[in-house]
C-alpha cells in the first residue's frame, strides 16, 4: 500500500516562504504530485517530480529525495490567495494516492 | 477545453433513496476516477477507468455504490440506497494513463443524505 504524510496546518505572512514537507511509504514509487486546493473548489495540479532535485514553477517549486523518501513544496513571495489546502500524492499504475493535506493560512 | 464537468452540484436527499452522480471527461482523456473527500478520511479513490474498463475498484465502500462508464464521454456514480454516512464532496478527474499525467479534477458534487 501507499501512504503519504503532511503536517495539517501551515501559518505564514504575506511575503514570506514556506515549505510544506511530504514523506511518503510506498510498495512501489513514481513519482510525487502536488495539488492546490482552495475552500469549496477543486484540486488543481502544481506539480510532479519523477527524478531526485529541484522543480521549478514561477514562485512555486517541489523538491524530492527518493533516497530520503520525501518531497517538499516551497512556495515563495506568499500571496493571501496562496492560503489553500496543499496535497502531496504518489502516483502509481495510473492512480493517484493522496495524503491527506496541509492547510497554508497566509496572513497579511 | 471544458474541463471535467460533474452534475449536479449539490444534491441533497433522504437517506434510503438512489443517487447518480455523472461525469463527463476531458476529451482525449481515457482514464477516469471517482474520488470522495470528507473531513475524517481525505481524499480516496473509489474506482478507476482505463478505457472504459472498471481496472480498481477497491476503493469502493459497499455494494450500494457502482460505477459505469459505457462510453469514453460519460461516467456514473450511482449509490443505493443513500446513507447519512455517504455525505460528503463526490469528484470526478481524468488524466491520460501515464504515471505523470496530472488528474483534472471536477468542480465535484457536494452530496448531503438526511
Known amino acids: 500500500g501507499q501512504s503519504l504524510e503532511q503536517p495539517s496546518e501551515v501559518t505564514a505572512v504575506e511575503g514570506a516562504i514556506v515549505q510544506i514537507n511530504c514523506t511518503y511509504q510506498?510498495?512501489?514509487?513514481?513519482?510525487l504530485s502536488w495539488y492546490q486546493q482552495h475552500d469549496g473548489g477543486a484540486p488543481t495540479f502544481l506539480s510532479y517530480n519523477a527524478l531526485d532535485g529541484l522543480e521549478e514553477t514561477g514562485r512555486f517549486s517541489s523538491f524530492l529525495s527518493r533516497s530520503d523518501s520525501y518531497g517538499y513544496l516551497l512556495l515563495q513571495e506568499l500571496q493571501m490567495k496562496d492560503s489553500a489546502s496543499y496535497f502531496c500524492a504518489s502516483p502509481n499504475a495510473g492512480k493517484s494516492t493522496f495524503g491527506d493535506g496541509t492547510t497554508l493560512t497566509v496572513k497579511p | 477545453d471544458a474541463g471535467v464537468i460533474q452534475s449536479p452540484r449539490h444534491e441533497v436527499t433522504e437517506m434510503g433513496q438512489e443517487v447518480t452522480l455523472r461525469c463527463k471527461p476531458i476529451?482525449?482523456?481515457?482514464?477516469l476516477f471517482w474520488y470522495r473527500q470528507t473531513m475524517m478520511r481525505g481524499l480516496e479513490l473509489l474506482i478507476y477507468f482505463n478505457n472504459n474498463v472498471p481496472i480498481d475498484d477497491s476503493g469502493m465502500p459497499e455494494d450500494r455504490f457502482s460505477a459505469k462508464m459505457p462510453n469514453a464521454s460519460f461516467s456514473t456514480l450511482k449509490i443505493q440506497p443513500s446513507e447519512p454516512r455517504d455525505s460528503a464532496v463526490y469528484f470526478c478527474a481524468s488524466s491520460l494513463f501515464t504515471d505523470n499525467s496530472p488528474l483534472h479534477f471536477g468542480n465535484g458534487t457536494r452530496l448531503t443524505v438526511t
Open positions: 476529451s482525449g482523456h481515457n482514464s
Open positions: 510506498t510498495s512501489g514509487f513514481y513519482g
